[in-house]
C-alpha cells in the first residue's frame, strides 16, 4: 500500500484547463506504473492516462491530445495537466498506484493504492 494525496481539483468552464497533483512516496513514483482515473456519478471507474516504471505514457481516447500526464521525481508528485476541458470531464479523479510495469494496465483492478479523489466540475 502506498499513501497518496490529489489536489488540484476544481470548477472550471469548458476549454478551460486544470492540473491535478499527487503527492506520493519517492519510492513509488521512480519505481512504480501510476495512473489517473475518474469516476462520474452512475458510471464506473475509468482510466484516462498512465504512466509506466520507464516512463511511457498512454491515454484513453477521450482525453489523448488534450491531457497529459508526468512525474517529478524531485517534488514526489504525479501530475495530470487537463486542456480544453469538456463538460463530459466531470467527475472525481483519483491517482493510483500499480506494480512495477513499463506499460501500465489500464484495469483499475490491477492498482493496489488508491489516493481519495479530487472533484473535477467543468461547466458550459
Known amino acids: 500500500q502506498v499513501h497518496l494525496v490529489e489536489s488540484g481539483g476544481g470548477s472550471v468552464q469548458a476549454g478551460g484547463s486544470l492540473r491535478l497533483s499527487c503527492e506520493a512516496p519517492?519510492?513509488?513514483?521512480?519505481?512504480?506504473?501510476m495512473a489517473w482515473f475518474r469516476q462520474a456519478p452512475g458510471k464506473e471507474r475509468e482510466g484516462v492516462a498512465f504512466i509506466g516504471t520507464n516512463g511511457a505514457t498512454f491515454y484513453a481516447d477521450s482525453v489523448e491530445g488534450r491531457f497529459s500526464i508526468s512525474r517529478d521525481n524531485v517534488k514526489n508528485t504525479l501530475y495530470l495537466q487537463m486542456n480544453s476541458l469538456q463538460t463530459g470531464d466531470t467527475a472525481t479523479y483519483y491517482c493510483?498506484?500499480?506494480?512495477?510495469?513499463?506499460?501500465?494496465?489500464?484495469?483499475?483492478?490491477?492498482?493496489?493504492?488508491w489516493g481519495q479523489g479530487t472533484q473535477v466540475t467543468v461547466s458550459s
Open positions: 519517492s519510492h513509488a513514483l521512480k519505481l512504480l506504473c
Open positions: 493510483a498506484a500499480g506494480g512495477v510495469l513499463f506499460v501500465p494496465p489500464r484495469d483499475a483492478k490491477a492498482y493496489g493504492s
